[in-house]
């Protein structure tokens, strides 16, 4: 079972496609029984759109982002 720590941390991987099929399915269990961290994946998918539209330029990401996300904006910059 995925604890909600272990489901953030695997949210990049799971949007961009690249998880294992294991821990796939232990995160769409998550997301069955975890109302909470299905806000947040709404929340990270909106931000990771967010992010997108700003990617290309140094602008900073918006401004009423939480702070966890605007860390998982910055993450995404570094790693593409
Ligand atoms: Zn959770």
């Known amino acids: 079972?995925?604890?909600?720590?272990e489901f953030?941390?695997?949210?990049?991987?799971y949007l961009d496609g690249d998880?294992?099929?294991?821990?796939?399915?232990a995160f769409q269990e998550h997301i069955g029984i975890c109302p909470p961290c299905v806000h947040y994946l709404d929340s990270?998918?909106?931000?990771?759109?967010?992010?997108?539209?700003c990617r290309?330029?140094?602008g900073p990401p918006p401004?009423?982002?939480?702070?966890a996300l605007v860390e998982a904006i910055l993450a995404a910059r570094?790693?593409?």
């Open 1 to 5: 079972m995925l604890t909600c720590r």
């Open 8 to 13: 953030a941390d695997f949210i990049m991987a």
């Open 19 to 25: 998880l294992p099929e294991a821990q796939r399915e």
């Open 44 to 53: 990270y998918k909106e931000t990771i759109r967010l992010g997108c539209l």
């Open 56 to 58: 290309d330029g140094e």
């Open 63 to 67: 401004e009423d982002a939480p702070e």
């Open 78 to 80: 570094r790693k593409g």
